[in-house]
């Protein structure tokens, strides 16, 4: 039986997860293009953001807004420390990208482990992040909590102010330089190592914020990064590797998730714990039928 | 007239990994001249070229950029002396557009004199003013090659290393493309030709050399290579100023 | 409380086995057909859950075990069943197993269209995101393998001899001998015209290619051996733990899979033969460890995740060839 009221706030559900998937997919687009790598331990970046804010919040009372920021640093950190440590060795060394990659789920399983030791030691093996919403309003029978307002009015502006980075800066033209181009970008006299940790920061923040965001909408587990890996990647490479497609990827495939996984429960009684299938077949479907996805990198400027 | 060397190059060896390209090498290059390099596939241009702005390794011999070592150092630090490279193929930043690649070619201009320096770039090359805000994608192949070499040459380079611009254009465009390079002499800056397309290069080349199989073959001044018999029959034949001896039918 | 000497070593060489057959079928993907498969696991828990539910439905149809194949009843019905009727639970075992390779190279076939399809990295994607998937998919299912409570009661075909020394000795000596033939025969194999073509695949494509063979078809075969290798390996490992649980595939036996080859040096299967033992001692003492000290279980689980990590990262900087070079191919009538 489909109902208006929970169609409405499926819709809702829908955007909202999307905006978190566009912010996780347009920092993994950041990574693959600035850095050529594919990072599997994407995910545990926002798994950690996830837990700074969620221990801050509930075990030391911190001003939610605060929680963030130290969200988004210690990602950034973590991203910058792994990429110093393990990625940019190899590839000094001229490793191929199998090894790479392989060394990128290492790492992944180092840190989700990590989170699993500090979350079990600390009895907080499943946790969300005390912050506190109300209910805005109430619209046609739905009650939309204040986190629609925080979340993807975040997500957006993120968005934007990545943009206008890319667009207008010159450190952001230097990264789609060296995105484009890495040689030619050394050859240009551009400093390739400087650029390449700003890269690191900038995705570590974002993906720590994404991670943020989902404590505040959702109770966390030290896989929740991994679990997301599904969906940054879905966005990502339907969106073509662009920051515009990614962003835009990301909001469809919140909304199709949702809103699929709850029609087919309304119609065919498909269990909605099945949503993720529903991203997977879209990504599946775009690598086979058009892998350059949604916008060809070569026609868009980001 | 006795032109100041700018670049002098000694017993150069350079390679890859422990494959050795290049053996023993030495050339150089004076103020306000162009240099050609000559030579069939594989030879080992685009090696040297790229070995002297630091992408290859060196393996033996020094080169001097006005007397000092450019061997060991980085590619960042030999830019920064001076030396400008333009890559035969990917030599332009795509999903840029024309403006940004200028913009990109002068990253180590103080941010004061940026625009002036585009400015100028857009007398010398009007149809990229044009285009400006085009992605540099969207540029046909002559277009792009001269917007190569606009990046390039943005920095004031002392030494413009241009390697095979005219690879793949069309006669007329390649032609064109020469008398630019040719335009750039009077700017004062040096430049170092590789090219394929030997005829049309001597035709503004002050001096070069031939390189066969990682050696230098033959050396001189471009009239003197043009005279040259093995050079003209190794590369000018059907492009030089005489007639083919007609084949047997095939 | 001390320890069993028998049990330790017992299991560390069904360990052994267990995972010397999941790297040999990794080495053969990637070693030797250059297709790199970071959804391992994929193919190990289909062996698993094929074994798992056919173990069931045949015993409850054989033993005449009533009522639902996921209940604790009839799990321990069908331990009882294999203590007492060797020649059934032999066979039964014989059955599962065929039917999981039979399974695991089915998907292995299905696999075969998108790896042909997609370039290296696409298909790195893939295959991984079909293992997380999967594991959420079967998790969510109960009526496969048991959804998120899993299957018990998969009883060991050698549980008839009562002794626990005896069942882990002569297990482990099956085990062992199931991957030390599928050794030999894999070495045979690889300096076989077809494993050299194999190899020529991994080197150069575009060389493989002009030599006339169809490097596609082939990379499809490559694919479906290996995985009924994989689901081999998962079924010898249920039938070693007794159940099987989809939220034990995790992304770490694929990891475990890897720095294998990686240990032992990638396309080299006298590599796998330390990487195997290697892993074996490492989760052997961990299930040690568990015994004796008063840390739970799962603590210790993650910290060995941890060691393997960490130690796939330093061979991958500093040892990327592997601790064993790899062994020339011997190719008949050339002098070197």
Redesign the interface.
């Known amino acids: 039986m489909i109902q208006i009221g929970d169609l409405v706030s499926t819709l809702m559900n829908g955007f909202l997860v999307g905006s978190m998937y566009a912010l996780l997919g347009v920092s993994l687009t950041l990574s693959i293009n600035g850095a050529k790598m594919y990072n599997w331990a994407h995910g545990e970046l926002a798994t950690v953001g996830a837990y700074v804010i969620a221990v801050l919040t509930t075990f030391h009372g911190v001003n939610p807004l605060a929680a963030v920021l130290f969200a988004m640093l210690a990602s950034a950190g973590l991203a910058l420390v792994v990429d110093e440590s393990t990625y940019k060795p190899l590839v000094k060394r001229g490793a191929n990208a199998i090894q790479i990659m392989l060394a990128s789920i290492a790492v992944s399983i180092f840190v989700r482990y990590a989170v699993f030791i500090y979350a079990a030691a600390a009895f907080i093996l499943t946790l969300k992040a005390n912050v506190v919403t109300s209910t805005l309003t109430t619209f046609l029978g739905v009650q939309i909590s204040s986190l629609y307002l925080w979340i993807i009015p975040s997500s957006l502006l993120t968005v934007f102010v990545l943009r206008t980075l890319l667009a207008r800066t010159m450190v952001g033209k230097q990264i789609r330089a060296m995105s484009d181009n890495p040689e030619l970008a050394r050859v240009s006299g551009i400093d390739v190592t400087m650029l390449r940790r700003y890269v690191w920061l900038i995705v570590g923040a974002i993906a720590g914020l994404a991670g943020a965001f989902w404590a505040m909408y959702s109770f966390i587990t030290p896989e929740i990064g991994f679990n997301l890996l599904v969906d940054a990647f879905a966005a990502a490479i339907v969106g073509g590797l662009t920051i515009d497609g990614t962003v835009i990827a990301g909001f469809i495939i919140g909304l199709a998730e949702n809103i699929g996984a709850y029609l087919l429960n309304q119609t065919l009684g498909v269990p909605t714990q099945y949503k993720v299938l529903i991203t997977f077949s879209i990504l599946i479907a775009v690598l086979i039928i058009r892998p350059s996805g949604l916008t060809s990198r070569r026609s868009r400027e980001l | 007239m006795v032109r100041k060397p700018i670049l002098e190059a000694t017993g150069v060896s350079c390679g890859y990994g422990k494959m050795h390209i290049v053996n023993d090498v030495s050339f150089s290059l004076h103020e306000s001249e162009i240099a050609l390099i000559m030579g069939p596939n594989g030879s080992g241009k685009s090696t040297l070229v790229k070995a002297i702005v630091g992408l290859i390794d060196i393996f033996d011999g020094h080169i001097l950029l006005a007397g000092n070592e450019l061997v060991g150092r980085s590619t960042a630090k030999i830019i920064k002396m001076g030396i400008s490279f333009v890559p035969q193929t990917n030599n332009i930043f795509p999903s840029l557009s024309v403006h940004e690649n200028l913009e990109i070619g002068s990253t180590l201009i103080e941010h004061e004199l940026r625009q002036g320096s585009i400015d100028e770039i857009y007398g010398l090359f009007p149809e990229l003013k044009a285009k400006r805000g085009d992605s540099a994608n969207s540029l046909s192949g002559g277009e792009r090659q001269i917007l190569a070499i606009a990046r390039g040459l943005i920095g004031k380079p002392r030494i413009l290393i241009l390697d095979e611009p005219t690879a793949g254009l069309a006669p007329k465009i390649a032609k064109n493309v020469m008398a630019r390079i040719r335009g750039i002499r009077e700017k004062g800056v040096s430049v170092v030709l590789v090219e394929q397309n030997a005829r049309a290069a001597l035709n503004i080349a002050d001096t070069g050399f031939v390189l066969v199989a990682g050696s230098k073959l033959a050396e001189g001044t471009s009239e003197e290579l043009i005279k040259n018999e093995d050079v003209v029959q190794l590369f000018l034949g059907r492009l030089g100023g005489r007639e083919p001896t007609p084949k047997p039918s095939q | 409380m001390a320890v069993d000497l028998v049990i330790f070593l017992g299991t560390m060489a069904i360990y052994y086995g267990v995972y010397l057959i999941l790297a040999l079928s990794l080495n053969l993907e990637?070693g030797f057909a250059g297709q790199?498969d970071?959804g391992k696991v994929f193919f190990f828990s289909i062996g698993a859950y094929a074994s798992g539910m056919v173990v069931a439905e045949l015993l409850s149809y054989v033993g005449s075990i009533p009522g639902d194949i996921f209940s604790p009843a009839a799990a321990t019905l069908r331990g009882e069943y294999a203590m007492s009727n060797p020649v059934g639970m032999g066979l039964v075992f014989v059955v599962a197993i065929v039917v999981s390779m039979v399974v695991g190279g089915i998907f292995g076939y299905l696999a075969s269209y998108?790896a042909i399809?997609?370039?290296?990295?696409?298909l790195?994607?893939?295959l991984?995101?079909?293992a997380?998937?999967s594991m959420?998919?079967v998790l969510?299912?109960p009526s496969i393998a048991g959804g998120a409570n899993g299957l018990g009661g998969i009883p060991n075909p050698f549980s008839w001899l009562g002794n626990g020394h005896l069942i882990v000795i002569s297990y482990a000596v099956l085990v062992l001998g199931i991957g030390f033939f599928l050794f030999w025969l894999l070495e045979r194999a690889v300096n076989s015209p077809y494993g050299r073509l194999l190899k020529s695949i991994r080197d150069d494509e575009a060389v493989a290619k002009s030599f006339g063979k169809i490097t596609p078809r082939r990379k499809a075969q490559v694919l479906v051996i290996a995985s009924a290798i994989a689901a081999l390996s998962g079924a010898l490992y249920t039938f070693f733990i007794n159940y099987e649980y989809a939220g034990s595939f995790t992304?770490?036996w694929?990891?475990n899979a890897?720095i294998m080859i990686?240990l032992g040096g990638v396309g080299n299967n006298r590599g796998a033969l330390l990487g195997a033992f290697i892993l074996a001692f490492l989760d052997s003492t961990t299930s040690l460890a568990v015994a004796l000290v008063n840390v739970?279980s799962?603590?210790i689980s993650?910290?060995r995740?941890?060691v393997?990590?960490?130690v796939?990262?330093l061979m991958?900087?500093f040892r990327?060839k592997g601790i064993i070079p790899e062994k020339p191919l011997r190719i008949p009538f050339q002098e070197d």
């Open positions: 990637y790199p970071f998108p399809r997609l370039r290296a990295d696409y790195a994607i893939t991984l995101l079909t997380v998937i959420n998919f969510s299912t992304f770490v694929t990891a890897w990686v739970p799962f603590e993650y910290g995740n941890l393997v990590a960490v796939l990262i991958l900087v990327p």
